[in-house]
């Protein structure tokens, strides 16, 4: 079955780049049934969508965040990444990648999660 | 952005209670709703989908009922795996938000 694994640093520095990469496994991130996306969980906190691409490369994006955030698409290596830029200690959270499923929106499959803090 | 709106923050309920999760969207998002299951630990698991479709291997105890800005979970008869913290997710015109969490504890 489709699995997905997040990875990248636990710690950066205020005013850096977040970067985590998802990788997929079991099943093609070139599908055209879903989104691929980052959900995020500060602590204490409700969850909160960050964003979702397609495998074509087309985004978008919670408004909020939009103009720090990229996300991408490497068909080739299954996976797809989250940069986040001028980080703060509100970006401290657990960060989720995400499978979408088209016909409903609903995140149908989870990464475990991995908890990035920023601080120096 | 739409608001989603859980009720109750905080549930206490027996093994084999009968609970319902209430959910409003500040505006309507039609069936564009989708409750999750969080877990310490654990990847989030979906329940329910569309408001009212059960994900394929969710126990059939889980149901979700409602449309336009009212939503309900209900669990028929608690078990002792379904104490977690429940979420409420809505989707409209390519934006996402997420309900404040209920937590399900044991009475």
């Known amino acids: 079955q489709v699995q997905l694994q997040e990875s990248g640093p636990g710690l950066v520095k205020p005013s850096e780049t977040l970067s985590l990469i998802c990788t997929v496994s079991?099943?093609?991130?070139?599908?055209?049934?879903?989104?691929w996306g980052w959900i995020r969980q500060p602590p204490g906190k409700r969850l909160e969508w960050i964003g979702s691409?397609?495998?074509?490369?087309?985004?978008y994006y919670n408004p909020s965040l939009k103009s720090r955030l990229t996300i991408s698409v490497d068909t080739s290596k299954n996976q797809f990444s989250l940069k986040l830029s001028s980080v703060t200690a509100a970006d401290t959270a657990v960060y989720y990648c995400?499978?979408?499923?088209?016909?409903?929106?609903?995140?149908?499959?989870w990464g475990q999660g991995t908890m990035v803090t920023v601080s120096s | 952005d739409i608001q989603m709106t859980q009720s109750p923050s905080t549930l206490s309920a027996s093994v084999g209670d009968r609970v319902t999760i209430t959910c409003r969207a500040s505006q309507s998002i039609s069936n564009w709703l989708a409750w999750y299951q969080l877990k310490p630990g654990k990847a989030p698991k979906l329940l329910i989908y569309k408001a009212s479709s059960l994900e394929s291997g969710v126990p059939s105890r889980f149901s979700g009922s409602g449309s336009g800005t009212e939503f309900t979970l209900t669990i028929s008869s608690l078990q002792p795996d379904d104490f977690a913290t429940y979420y409420c997710q809505q989707f409209n015109t390519y934006s996402i938000t997420f309900g404040q969490g209920t937590r399900l504890e044991i009475k």
């Open positions: 995400a499978r979408q499923a088209i016909i409903s929106y609903a995140v149908d499959i």
């Open positions: 079991g099943g093609s991130i070139s599908s055209s049934s879903y989104y």
């Open positions: 691409i397609y495998y074509s490369g087309s985004t």
